[in-house]
């Protein structure tokens, strides 16, 4: 089974600063045959579902505002904010699909205004 | 606009079965996967299972293997989950949750509000 491991568990941020989330994987989830990665981010906010932010690791939904970025490949992945807002507050998950039709999620970022 | 509304939640005792709906609109269903997400009050996300396009990939998670059934039915646009044998741990909002993909199960790109299944005696 592929463990998602994220860090830090929570994250205390000033408004317009950079939040960055970490998502460490057991084992590589890099499919070479179509050089993708096979991890998506979500956003969670207190009493919503999630929200899908990021794909393939680093392909940003429709509608998602530019300062959510991500990259790695492999085993190691972040999420990056840039200048983070008031309403980014939630918290952040990461998800594989390599392991497909199997996926898993990381245990949780939770991200709040310093 | 995608919209998925799930159903069926409630309070059962140890044991016992439960089904769950999700009624399905906004998108053409026959055209993607589907899959039942949960998640423990104040805990993280858990995958419970997931249906391909077409039923022919279905899968399950460890914890719930065996005992939950996940099904779809394209006439109705709506995506169930039986649930067997229920035990306190599953305890849990469930949420349905739509596929980017048809024929694979990948990630979710909609999300239902939920429905709180609680089991206790």
């Known amino acids: 089974d592929i463990v998602l491991t994220q860090s830090p568990d929570s994250l205390a941020v000033s408004l317009g600063e950079r939040a960055t989330i970490n998502c460490k994987s057991s084992?590589?989830?890099?499919?070479?045959?179509?050089?993708?990665?096979?991890l998506a981010w979500y956003q969670q906010k207190a009493g919503q579902p999630p929200k899908l932010l990021i794909y393939w690791a680093s392909t940003r939904e429709s509608g998602v505002p530019d300062r959510f970025s991500a990259s790695g490949s492999g085993t190691d992945f972040t999420l990056t904010i840039s200048s983070l807002q008031a309403e980014d507050v939630a918290i952040y998950y990461c998800q594989q699909y390599y392991s497909t039709p199997l996926c898993s999620f990381g245990q949780g970022t939770k991200l709040e205004i310093k | 606009e995608v919209q998925l509304v799930e159903s069926g939640g409630a309070l059962v005792q140890p044991g016992r079965s439960l089904r769950l709906s999700c009624a399905a609109s906004g998108f053409t269903f026959d055209n993607y996967a589907m899959h039942w997400v949960r998640q423990a009050p104040g805990k993280g996300l858990e995958w419970v299972s997931g249906i391909n396009w077409n039923g022919g990939t279905i899968a399950y998670a460890d914890s719930v293997k065996g005992r939950f059934t996940i099904s779809r039915d394209s006439a109705k646009n709506s995506l169930y989950l039986e649930m067997n044998s229920l035990r306190p741990e599953d305890t849990a909002f469930y949420y349905c949750a739509k596929d980017a993909s048809g024929l694979h199960l990948f990630y979710f790109d909609y999300w239902g509000q939920g429905t709180l299944v609680t089991v206790s005696s």
């Open positions: 084992q590589s989830v890099f499919y070479s045959s179509n050089n993708k990665n096979y």
